[in-house]
């Protein structure tokens, strides 16, 4: 346990062992110093000086130098370019959704955590001073945190901050995809745990193939069409990984679709295709609220714990090291809600209509590789052939 009883500025003392470690102010990584007090206050003082702030007599003289800290910097970015891209409207090449602000928001915290008192230059940042930060997240975290990083540092460039980019510099963790595909039995059993609302949800994303984002968004008024007496769900996919504009999908609603678009219409006059319906006084403030995709996707997987426990045979997965074995799931291999993405368009594979590209009409993909890609962890279809029937020796 460390405490300040040395009476020198960030150098702390090891109650425990009499270690001494000092911290660094602007990074705040620490370094062993030793057990020699004289020689570890000695150095403290030496490296606060070096690292100290400027006073105000050469903050004066430094006027015309970049004194923008990170903090500062990321308060300019939020307010000068994200809001605005919120506020564009939906469908165009800039605008970006709340949801991505809230992920990029979340981001920021820690960040600003690790380097907000630094200023934004060339000199303060540099691969050696994200590594660090990066190296000590999972795959997906630090890939995530070094996209923020890289937008942050471009912004950067082009405020003449810094001459150039260091979170392109370091590479990209490698992510493998853990989670096992969703079968359509496990669909049915999830959809039998959740309420009425959410299984409105759950089948209107099947028929559509659409990611969670798209469906918790579906306005009456916005993203439904009747032309000659068919129902169309109108709407815009969301970007995917490639970040490419998408095409708009016109959905021709049959049968079963327009009885889920009935039951939607419920008791509750909303503006959003899936809300909250009329429930009791605790929940009154949500009444015709949307569903967001945070809330659908939390549902689907304490839905998916409950199924897990009554039903365990319904997680068995192939075995990669058994041809022809099954094994338990693991809990990082559970699917996701997304996964009722893949389960769409491969049920309409199965179908094969419009010369077998429906599945790739359904999903939105302009070629056929992507789509492909989806079905890439389904169970793997096997060859039977017969062999020696015929004698050639």
Same mark, same amino acid.
């Given at each position: 346990?460390? $405490?300040?009883? $040395?009476?020198?500025?960030?150098?702390?003392?090891?109650?425990?062992?009499? @270690?001494?470690?000092?911290?660094?102010?602007?990074?705040?990584? =620490?370094?062993?110093?030793?057990?020699?007090?004289?020689?570890?206050?000695?150095?403290?003082?030496?490296? %606060?000086?070096?690292?100290?702030?400027?006073?105000?007599?050469?903050?004066?003289?430094?006027?015309?130098? %970049?004194?923008? $800290?990170?903090?500062?910097? +990321?308060?300019?970015?939020?307010?000068?370019?994200?809001?605005?891209?919120?506020?564009?409207?939906?469908?165009?090449? %800039?605008?970006?959704?709340?949801? $991505?602000? /809230?992920?990029?928001?979340?981001?920021?915290? &820690?960040?600003?955590?690790?380097?907000?008192?630094?200023?934004?230059? *060339?000199?303060?940042?540099?691969?050696?001073?994200?590594?660090?930060?990066?190296?000590?997240?999972?795959?997906?975290?630090?890939?995530?945190?070094?996209?923020?990083?890289?937008?942050?540092?471009?912004?950067?460039?082009?405020? !003449?901050?810094?001459? @150039?980019?260091?979170?392109?510099?370091?590479?990209?963790?490698?992510?493998?995809?853990?989670?096992? =595909?969703?079968?359509?039995?496990?669909?049915?059993?999830?959809?039998?745990?959740?309420?009425?609302?959410?299984?409105? /949800?759950? *089948?209107?994303?099947?028929?559509?193939?659409?990611?969670?984002?798209?469906? &918790?968004?579906?306005?009456?008024?916005? %993203?439904?069409?009747?032309?000659?007496?068919?129902?169309?769900?109108?709407?815009?996919?969301?970007?995917?990984?490639?970040?490419?504009?998408?095409?708009?999908?016109?959905?021709? +609603?049959?049968?079963?679709?327009?009885?889920?678009?009935?039951? +939607?219409? !419920? *008791?509750? #006059?909303?503006?959003?295709?899936?809300?909250?319906?009329?429930?009791? =006084?605790?929940?009154?403030?949500? #009444?015709?609220?949307?569903?967001?995709?945070?809330?659908?996707?939390?549902?689907?997987?304490?839905?998916?714990?409950?199924?897990?426990?009554?039903?365990?045979?319904?997680?068995?997965?192939?075995?990669?090291?058994?041809?022809?074995?099954?094994?338990?799931?693991?809990? &990082?291999?559970?699917?996701?809600?997304?996964?009722?993405?893949?389960?769409?368009?491969?049920?309409?594979?199965?179908?094969?209509?419009?010369?077998?590209?429906?599945?790739?009409?359904?999903?939105?993909?302009?070629?056929?590789?992507?789509?492909?890609?989806?079905? &890439?962890?389904?169970?793997?279809?096997?060859?039977?052939?017969?062999?020696?029937?015929?004698?050639?020796?």
């Amino acid at each position: 346990m460390r $405490t300040s009883n $040395t009476g020198i500025r960030n150098l702390y003392k090891n109650s425990t062992n009499g @270690y001494l470690v000092y911290e660094r102010p602007d990074t705040k990584q =620490r370094f062993g110093m030793g057990k020699d007090l004289h020689k570890a206050i000695e150095a403290a003082k030496e490296l %606060n000086e070096r690292l100290s702030q400027t006073n105000p007599i050469v903050e004066k003289i430094l006027g015309g130098v %970049n004194r923008i $800290t990170f903090n500062q910097h +990321c308060d300019y970015v939020i307010e000068k370019v994200w809001t605005p891209r919120v506020n564009l409207p939906p469908g165009h090449d %800039n605008a970006m959704s709340a949801s $991505t602000l /809230a992920g990029y928001s979340t981001r920021l915290k &820690s960040l600003r955590q690790e380097y907000g008192d630094l200023l934004i230059n *060339d000199d303060h940042f540099d691969v050696l001073r994200i590594s660090p930060f990066l190296d000590a997240q999972t795959p997906r975290m630090k890939n995530s945190y070094r996209a923020v990083l890289s937008i942050l540092f471009n912004e950067a460039k082009d405020r !003449g901050l810094m001459k @150039y980019n260091p979170a392109t510099d370091k590479k990209k963790a490698v992510v493998s995809v853990e989670r096992k =595909r969703l079968s359509l039995e496990l669909f049915m059993a999830i959809r039998e745990e959740v309420q009425s609302w959410v299984q409105s /949800a759950m *089948d209107l994303a099947l028929y559509l193939g659409s990611r969670v984002g798209d469906v &918790s968004r579906l306005r009456w008024k916005d %993203n439904v069409e009747i032309i000659s007496g068919v129902t169309y769900l109108v709407y815009v996919p969301e970007k995917g990984k490639n970040k490419k504009k998408l095409s708009p999908i016109h959905a021709r +609603c049959e049968g079963p679709v327009l009885e889920i678009l009935k039951r +939607c219409r !419920g *008791d509750v #006059i909303s503006e959003y295709i899936l809300h909250f319906p009329m429930r009791g =006084r605790a929940f009154r403030k949500f #009444i015709g609220k949307p569903l967001d995709s945070g809330y659908l996707s939390h549902q689907f997987s304490d839905a998916r714990g409950r199924v897990f426990k009554k039903k365990p045979e319904l997680f068995m997965t192939e075995d990669e090291n058994q041809y022809g074995k099954m094994r338990p799931m693991k809990p &990082s291999e559970f699917p996701s809600w997304h996964e009722i993405r893949s389960l769409a368009g491969w049920l309409e594979e199965q179908i094969k209509r419009d010369d077998g590209k429906s599945a790739q009409k359904m999903l939105g993909h302009k070629g056929k590789e992507m789509t492909e890609l989806y079905f &890439s962890r389904r169970p793997v279809e096997v060859t039977e052939i017969t062999i020696g029937a015929t004698s050639y020796t």
